[in-house]
């Protein structure tokens, strides 16, 4: 019985993972994406975040600590300042994510019993931005203006749900 109850918390312990739509990420692929040509800048923050999870191994509160979510939110801060900056979409949804972030929080919520104050885990619109202003990026989702000059003049604005 004791037995039966260890394998069972070192079983759910060893299985962190994130949904993101309808994928199942695992905790070792939450950031492992390939950092090149618009992203190249960010590799130094999403490895040290990689690395602060696989630290974790199996433990979840150590994935879920908030040196760890500050690290990962880093990662994503730096990935979707880029998107913006180079005016392209994430070749990847785990890429400059909000429902990353949202999906983090969730099974930490769920594995660790941590759950994030929004900021934790809130990408901000660089200061650069200058599309639609009075936007909450956590609320409403990622936006990214997409080929500016194609469409009226201005630009064709994909709202990605963050649903
Ligand atoms: C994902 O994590 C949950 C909670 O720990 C676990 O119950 C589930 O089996 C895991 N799923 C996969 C595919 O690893
Ligand atoms: C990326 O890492 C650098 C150096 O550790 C840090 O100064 C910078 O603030 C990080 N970027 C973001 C978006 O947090
Ligand atoms: C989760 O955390 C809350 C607040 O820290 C605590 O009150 C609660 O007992 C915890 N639940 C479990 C299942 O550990």
Not at 4 to 31: E, P, Y
Not at 96 to 109: D, E, I, M
Not at 119 to 147: C, K, N, R, S, Y
């Amino acid at each position: 019985m004791l037995f039966a109850v260890l394998s069972f918390i070192l079983l759910a312990a060893l299985a962190f993972n994130i949904t993101l739509g309808t994928s199942v990420i695992q905790a070792s692929d939450l950031l492992n994406f390939p950092l090149e040509g618009n992203f190249a800048s960010c590799a130094a923050n999403c490895t040290t975040a990689q690395t602060a999870i696989d630290d974790g191994g199996s433990d979840a509160t150590s994935i879920c600590s908030a040196e760890t979510a500050s690290k990962v939110l880093s990662c994503q801060q730096c990935l979707f300042t880029s998107l913006l900056a180079a005016n392209t979409l994430p070749p990847d949804p785990r890429m400059g994510s909000q429902p990353f972030l949202a999906a983090y929080g969730t099974s930490c919520a769920a594995d660790a019993n941590v759950t994030f104050t929004a900021p934790q885990t809130a990408l901000a619109l660089p200061p650069f931005w200058d599309g639609p202003t009075g936007i909450e990026v956590p609320l409403v989702g990622l936006v990214f203006v997409v080929g500016a000059g194609a469409f009226m003049g201005i630009g064709a604005i994909v709202l990605l749900s963050n649903m």
